[in-house]
Nanobody, 123 residues
Framework: EVQLQAFGGGLVQAGGSLKLSCAASGFTFDDYAIGWFRQAPGKEREGVSCISNRDGSTWYADSVKGRFTISGDNAKNTVYLQMNSLKPEDTAVYYC????????????????WGKGTLVTVSS
């Protein structure tokens, strides 16, 4: 059974940090890229960052560059998103998702989704 379990959401003040984790099971980790999407109330789901578990290449949305860092631990089948200098506009439900390589990192292309974890940034 394929599972993507996201952890680490919570409430933080603006300027603070949170670290999200996405634990994957049920598929060959190295054959996939795993990333994070987020969806704020009343807005569309958007891509935040992703990492290839094959070669470690990464992508970031412009809105989070320089503040968020994605990393992976292939031994633990886990991907992390370190979020620093958080802003109120980062408030959203964050989802991790996986796409088989080669593939596009987009909402409609992902093969597997996890349940979201809520991140709330207070001003």
């Amino acid at each position: 059974e394929v599972q993507l379990q996201a952890f680490g959401g919570g409430l933080v003040q603006a300027g603070g940090s949170l670290k999200l984790s996405c634990a994957a099971s049920g598929f060959t980790f190295d054959d996939y890229a795993i990333g994070w999407f987020r969806q704020a109330p009343g807005k569309e789901r958007e891509g935040v960052s992703c990492i290839s578990n094959r070669d470690g290449s990464t992508w970031y949305a412009d809105s989070v560059k320089g503040r968020f860092t994605i990393s992976g631990d292939n031994a633990k089948n886990t991907v992390y998103l370190q979020m620093n200098s958080l802003k109120p506009e980062d408030t959203a439900v964050y989802y991790c998702a996986a796409v088989r390589i080669p593939g596009f990192f987009s909402v409609n292309a992902m093969n597997y989704w996890g349940k979201g974890t809520l991140v709330t940034v207070s001003s």
